[in-house]
């Protein structure tokens, strides 16, 4: 049992329950701000009729028999002020069980929206904040030393996202292995930060130190986290990287996510003598009695009459050997010459494999969907653009940063010029725009209508290239903007005819 008890990790508990109750958050509130427009009852691809025409779904969810946009706010907004508890810390302050609940509450109420969520739920960081909130969800209270082998499957989750995603790269494009990937990448990125710009211009030898930085921190380092106390080290090397990703784009949580999780190796001791303020020992609870301070015995735990603790002791080893069943798939699938990117082996989204950007796009090609007022969608009538959030626009506009937020619809129109415009999602949210529908304007910057129903739309292909330093000295634009053509010629609502119908 002395080794059970991770006396030197209440740090890394404190990180890591507060930082992922953080995430489900962000999480939440990106969710409520978007889902009822994106997959709502009058979405672009509505829930119901998703269930209807999947009604032997297995994916658990709330939803699965009943949706409504109300049913949905109420789940959004349970997720929120749980997981702002968790910040806090009150559940913690409890007994083990409490803030065991208050994450699986999380993640049973996340993944119920992530599971119906569709296309705009495909992505690599939902299932990562699902696992990562399981997973956490049995470090205990303060009451209970943080359990060893929770941190060691939390140092496992960042093995698989960090080793992952290398060896995608290595088995992917041949730009990762002749280290030219970073030439084109801080400009082709799905949606690039105000850094990015300044990040592309950099000299090439410096994206080639890059792209070495990046195998190393990937490939190299993961192996390290295991073994304290230089998984310290690792874990900070971790960070650093990520933190470099967090600067030269928008990834939504996921940087955010391993930076967090990282902190499973980091050792109080660390921490203390880099932040000296931050005291050997944050908790004086029994268990944690004499542990490194003048060196004295740590109490025994958990005393054997105990049976509330060993109870405890119980859950948690049952957890982790579901957890270390569950770890044979995506193991598997490390070595595998055909590995799977961002897959889930199971129903409950546990235990997953990771990975991203196998390859790199060398053309940033942007779909630009317009309006008129005009009578007849003839090439000379007044085209109005439609303004995004986050995906590039204005060649002068500075873009924004807004990760850990996620703006889905963004991310999905950066998809359209790699696979086809041609998405029932796409079609549906031009016929939302001919109708001027409120929820679907309030997910863009600017409506060039203000409101008002335009007669036709189309979507127009364009090339976005960074302008070089000289090229903004003469023009103060930071995207050189090409027209390409148009991909969907102008649509119209017949008369009478209103969206969703």
Not at 223 to 235: E, S, Y
Not at 335 to 357: E, I
Not at 433 to 458: I, M, N, Q, S
């Amino acid at each position: 049992m002395a080794w059970f008890a991770a006396t030197d990790s209440e740090v890394a508990r404190w990180v890591l329950q507060r930082g992922v109750a953080a995430l489900f958050f962000v999480a939440f509130l990106s969710s409520l701000n978007q889902f009822p427009a994106l997959v709502g009852e009058r979405g672009l691809l509505p829930v119901p009729q998703y269930l209807a025409g999947f009604h032997r779904l297995r994916r658990p969810s709330l939803f699965r028999y009943r949706y409504s946009d109300r049913l949905f706010r109420w789940a959004a907004a349970v997720g929120l002020v749980v997981s702002a508890l968790l910040v806090l810390g009150v559940p913690q302050a409890g007994p083990w069980w409490v803030p065991l609940a208050a994450f699986l509450v999380l993640w049973g109420l996340y993944m119920s929206i992530v599971n119906v969520g569709q296309t705009f739920y495909g992505f690599g960081w939902e299932m990562l904040l699902l696992e990562a909130g399981f997973t956490v969800a049995f470090l205990g209270s303060d009451q209970v030393p943080p359990p060893r082998p929770i941190l060691i499957l939390v140092v496992w989750l960042v093995f698989r996202l960090e080793f992952g995603a290398g060896m995608i790269k290595i088995r992917g494009g041949a730009e990762w292995r002749d280290l030219t990937a970073l030439y084109y990448h801080h400009e082709t990125q799905p949606m690039p930060g105000p850094l990015s710009r300044q990040f592309h211009l950099l000299p090439k030898w410096m994206h080639r130190s890059e792209v070495v930085g990046n195998h190393f921190a990937q490939l190299v380092v993961p192996f390290f986290l295991f073994f304290p106390p230089v998984g310290t080290v690792a874990a900070a090397v971790v960070v650093v990287t990520q933190l470099w990703l967090v600067l030269s784009g928008n990834f939504a949580w996921l940087n955010w996510s391993a930076i967090v999780l990282a902190f499973a190796a980091v050792g109080d001791a660390a921490v203390h003598w880099l932040l000296p303020s931050v005291p050997e020992r944050l908790s004086s609870a029994p268990w944690n009695a004499g542990a490194g301070g003048g060196g004295g015995r740590t109490t025994a735990w958990p005393a054997s009459g105990d049976w509330v603790a060993w109870v405890w002791v119980g859950v948690v080893v049952a957890a982790s050997l579901l957890l270390l069943v569950l770890s044979w798939w995506p193991a598997k699938n490390l070595v595998s010459s055909r590995q799977l990117m961002n897959a889930a082996f199971n129903r409950w989204q546990l235990v997953n494999t990771y990975g991203a950007f196998g390859s790199v796009t060398k053309n940033r090609v942007e779909i630009v969907v317009e309006g008129t007022l005009d009578p007849v969608p003839a090439e000379d009538a007044e085209w109005r653009e439609y303004r995004f959030r986050g995906k590039p626009g204005e060649p002068e506009r500075i873009p924004r940063q807004w990760a850990p937020y996620h703006l889905r619809l963004d991310w999905l129109m950066w998809f359209l010029p790699l696979r086809t415009v041609h998405e029932d999602w796409f079609y549906a949210f031009l016929v939302k725009l001919l109708a001027a529908d409120p929820a679907t304007l309030r997910l863009l910057r600017e409506d060039p209508f203000h409101g008002e129903r335009p007669r036709w739309v189309r979507a127009r292909s364009a090339l976005y290239e960074f302008s070089t330093h000289a090229e903004f000295q003469q023009t103060h634009q930071r995207w050189v903007v090409t027209p390409l053509r148009v991909l969907i010629r102008p649509l119209t609502l017949r008369e009478g005819e209103e969206a969703g119908h």
